[in-house]
C-alpha cells in the first residue's frame, strides 16, 4: 500500500513523499491515520535533526515520519494481534515506548525514530514492539481528534502524578500534586497549560482547593477564563483566579498573599524562561514541589533556584516529559467519557500544511494545530473559518457548525470535513 507522510532528512529537511509500505507481517498491523496534532517536540526534533536524542543518526539516508499525537483506524491486523485487535477499531498510540534499545538504536518512538511509522502520514505501519509493550490502545470515544489530543493531555496527567511530597523525617515519597492544597500554573495559558487546567477540574480525585494561573497576555488569560471559567472551577470546589502578572510590580508577594503566606505547595512552569522559574521558585510553601514542564531547545538552559529553602525548607523540583502508558490510557478515558479538548485547538489543517508549520510552529500564534492527513489545506485559523466561506462553501459550513459550539471545533465539525475530504 502507497502512503504519503511527512519524513525528517536531517535539520530543517522535512518533505512530503509517497512511497510504498513494506508488506505487512504476522506481528505487525496496517492502519489508517485521520488526525494528528503538531507539537512542540516536532519541531525540536526538526530543528535538531541528529542532535535529538530519538532521531537515528542516519535519516540522510533512512527519513523518518514525524508526528506523534496521531489518531486513527486499523485496516489490517497481523496473526499474532488478532485476538487483541481488529479491523475497524479507532485507536491511538503511545509514542513514549520505554524501549532504550530498540532496533533503530535510540530512544525508539513514534513520530521520531520509524521509517513506516508516525503521525504525519495518511497509512502506516505498526511494528511488533508498540504492540508489546502495550502501546497500541483502542479508542472507543466519539470522532478522531479526540483520541488525537489524549497524547498532550497524557503529559500534563503524567506530570501532576510525577510530584511529590515527603513528610520530615520519613523517606517517603507521596506522589500528586496535595489535594485540597495551593497549585499555581505559570505561563498556563498556551495549549498544554489549559490542558493542565481542564485535567484539574474535571479530574475525580486530588483537586487544589486554590489554582493560580498567570500569563502577561491578557488576551490568552481572556480565552482561558471563558473556556475554563472561576465559575465552573467553583462548582467543582476549586477557587481558580487567573491574573496577568506583567503589570505588577511583586507578583510573587500579590501570589503568596493569595495563599495567607503559606506559598504553593505545587507549581507548574509551562514556559522555558529563566525568570519564570525563579519566580516558580519563591513561590514554593514548606515541601512544596516545582514542576518543569516546558522542554527547552537549548541544551545549556539554566536558572537559579534556592538552595537554601532546599535544605531547610524541603522544597523540590522534577520534570518530566510525556506521559506513560497509564496517564494516556486514563487520558483516553476521560476523552471517551465526554472531556472536551477542543479549546486547545485553535488551526486546522491537511497534510501539505505540516512542513512549514512545524517549523515555524513557536511564531504561530494561538493553540494546538490539527492535521487530516488525508486532505491538503493550508493551516486556517478556526476563526477565519467564516471570512474564508465568502469564497469556499465548506468553511462557510464549518463556520456554522464552530458557531453552534462557541467558536471551537468539535466531532460534528471534523465528521462534515471528513466528508469533504471524501
Same mark, same amino acid.
Given at each position: 500500500?502507497?502512503t504519503k507522510a511527512v519524513r525528517?532528512?536531517?535539520?530543517?529537511?522535512?518533505?512530503?513523499?509517497?512511497?510504498?509500505?513494506?508488506?505487512?507481517?504476522?506481528?505487525?498491523?496496517?492502519?489508517?491515520?485521520?488526525?494528528?496534532?503538531?507539537?512542540?517536540?516536532?519541531?525540536?526534533?526538526?530543528?535538531?535533526?541528529?542532535?535529538?536524542?530519538?532521531?537515528?543518526?542516519?535519516?540522510?539516508?533512512?527519513?523518518?515520519?514525524?508526528?506523534?499525537?496521531?489518531?486513527?483506524?486499523?485496516?489490517?491486523?497481523?496473526?499474532?494481534?488478532?485476538?487483541?485487535?481488529?479491523?475497524?477499531?479507532?485507536?491511538?498510540?503511545?509514542?513514549?515506548?520505554?524501549?532504550?534499545?530498540?532496533?533503530?538504536?535510540?530512544?525508539?518512538?513514534?513520530?521520531?525514530?520509524?521509517?513506516?511509522?508516525?503521525?504525519?502520514?495518511?497509512?502506516?505501519?505498526?511494528?511488533?514492539?508498540?504492540?508489546?509493550?502495550?502501546?497500541?490502545?483502542?479508542?472507543?470515544?466519539?470522532?478522531?481528534?479526540?483520541?488525537?489530543?489524549?497524547?498532550?493531555?497524557?503529559?500534563?496527567?503524567?506530570?501532576?502524578?510525577?510530584n511529590y511530597h515527603i513528610k520530615?523525617?520519613?523517606?517517603?515519597?507521596?506522589?500528586?500534586? %496535595? *489535594?485540597?492544597?495551593?497549585?499555581?500554573?505559570? @505561563?498556563? =495559558?498556551? $495549549?498544554?497549560?489549559?490542558? &493542565?487546567?481542564?485535567?484539574?477540574?474535571?479530574?475525580?480525585?486530588?483537586?487544589?482547593?486554590?489554582?493560580?494561573?498567570?500569563?502577561?497576555?491578557?488576551?490568552?488569560?481572556?480565552?482561558?477564563?471563558?473556556?475554563?471559567?472561576?465559575?465552573?472551577?467553583?462548582?467543582?470546589?476549586?477557587?481558580?483566579?487567573?491574573?496577568?502578572?506583567?503589570?505588577?510590580?511583586?507578583?510573587?508577594?500579590?501570589?503568596?498573599?493569595?495563599?495567607?503566606? %503559606? *506559598?504553593?505547595?505545587?507549581?507548574?512552569?509551562? @514556559?522555558? =524562561?529563566? $525568570?519564570?522559574?525563579?519566580? &516558580?521558585?519563591?513561590?514554593?510553601?514548606?515541601?512544596?514541589?516545582?514542576?518543569?514542564?516546558?522542554?527547552?531547545?537549548?541544551?545549556?538552559?539554566?536558572?537559579k533556584l534556592n538552595f537554601y529553602?532546599?535544605?531547610?525548607?524541603?522544597?523540590?523540583?522534577?520534570?518530566?516529559?510525556?506521559?506513560?502508558?497509564?496517564?494516556?490510557?486514563?487520558?483516553?478515558?476521560?476523552?471517551?467519557?465526554?472531556?472536551?479538548?477542543?479549546?486547545?485547538?485553535?488551526?486546522?489543517?491537511?497534510?501539505?500544511?505540516?512542513?512549514?508549520?512545524?517549523?515555524?510552529?513557536?511564531?504561530?500564534?494561538?493553540?494546538?494545530?490539527?492535521?487530516?492527513?488525508?486532505?491538503?489545506?493550508?493551516?486556517?485559523?478556526?476563526?477565519?473559518?467564516?471570512?474564508?466561506?465568502?469564497?469556499?462553501?465548506?468553511?462557510?459550513?464549518?463556520?456554522?457548525?464552530?458557531?453552534?459550539?462557541?467558536?471551537?471545533?468539535?466531532?460534528?465539525?471534523?465528521?462534515?470535513?471528513?466528508?469533504?475530504?471524501?
Open positions: 500500500m502507497k525528517l532528512y536531517g535539520k530543517n529537511d522535512l518533505r512530503i513523499d509517497e512511497f510504498e509500505l513494506p508488506t505487512m507481517g504476522d506481528d505487525e498491523i496496517l492502519a489508517r491515520v485521520v488526525s494528528d496534532s503538531l507539537c512542540m517536540s516536532s519541531y525540536k526534533a526538526s530543528i535538531q535533526g541528529t542532535d535529538h536524542k530519538r532521531i537515528p543518526d542516519n535519516v540522510a539516508e533512512n527519513p523518518v515520519i514525524i508526528g506523534h499525537e496521531f489518531a486513527g483506524e486499523i485496516i489490517a491486523v497481523g496473526s499474532k494481534w488478532s485476538s487483541r485487535f481488529n479491523a475497524g477499531d479507532k485507536f491511538a498510540i503511545q509514542p513514549a515506548l520505554n524501549y532504550e534499545d530498540g532496533p533503530v538504536g535510540v530512544l525508539s518512538a513514534p513520530g521520531y525514530s520509524y521509517s513506516y511509522l508516525g503521525g504525519d502520514a495518511t497509512y502506516v505501519l505498526i511494528p511488533n514492539e508498540v504492540m508489546e509493550l502495550g502501546c497500541l490502545l483502542t479508542y472507543n470515544g466519539p470522532g478522531f481528534f479526540p483520541a488525537s489530543m489524549a497524547e498532550p493531555l497524557s503529559c500534563v496527567i503524567g506530570a501532576m502524578h510525577a520530615p523525617g520519613k523517606y517517603v515519597h507521596d506522589m500528586e500534586i %496535595v *489535594g485540597e492544597g495551593n497549585l499555581a500554573i505559570l @505561563a498556563g =495559558v498556551g $495549549p498544554m497549560g489549559l490542558a &493542565a487546567i481542564n485535567y484539574a477540574i474535571h479530574r475525580e480525585d486530588r483537586k487544589p482547593a486554590l489554582m493560580v494561573v498567570t500569563d502577561i497576555d491578557q488576551d490568552r488569560l481572556d480565552r482561558a477564563a471563558h473556556l475554563y471559567s472561576p465559575e465552573l472551577a467553583r462548582s467543582k470546589g476549586i477557587d481558580l483566579q487567573y491574573i496577568n502578572t506583567s503589570s505588577m510590580s511583586d507578583p510573587v508577594a500579590h501570589m503568596r498573599a493569595l495563599t495567607n503566606e %503559606v *506559598g504553593f505547595h505545587d507549581v507548574f512552569v509551562f @514556559a522555558p =524562561v529563566a $525568570p519564570v522559574i525563579e519566580q &516558580a521558585d519563591q513561590l514554593l510553601a514548606f515541601d512544596g514541589c516545582l514542576n518543569f514542564f516546558a522542554g527547552p531547545a537549548d541544551p545549556t538552559f539554566s536558572a529553602n532546599v535544605h531547610y525548607a524541603f522544597t523540590h523540583i522534577v520534570g518530566t516529559s510525556g506521559g506513560n502508558t497509564d496517564d494516556i490510557k486514563e487520558s483516553l478515558d476521560m476523552m471517551e467519557k465526554g472531556l472536551n479538548p477542543s479549546g486547545l485547538i485553535t488551526h486546522i489543517g491537511g497534510l501539505n500544511a505540516v512542513p512549514e508549520s512545524t517549523l515555524r510552529l513557536p511564531k504561530i500564534p494561538g493553540g494546538k494545530k490539527l492535521i487530516y492527513t488525508h486532505m491538503e489545506m493550508p493551516l486556517t485559523a478556526i476563526a477565519d473559518f467564516r471570512k474564508l466561506g465568502e469564497k469556499n462553501p465548506m468553511f462557510s459550513d464549518l463556520a456554522d457548525i464552530c458557531d453552534r459550539y462557541d467558536g471551537l471545533w468539535s466531532v460534528e465539525a471534523e465528521d462534515l470535513l471528513l466528508k469533504y475530504c471524501g
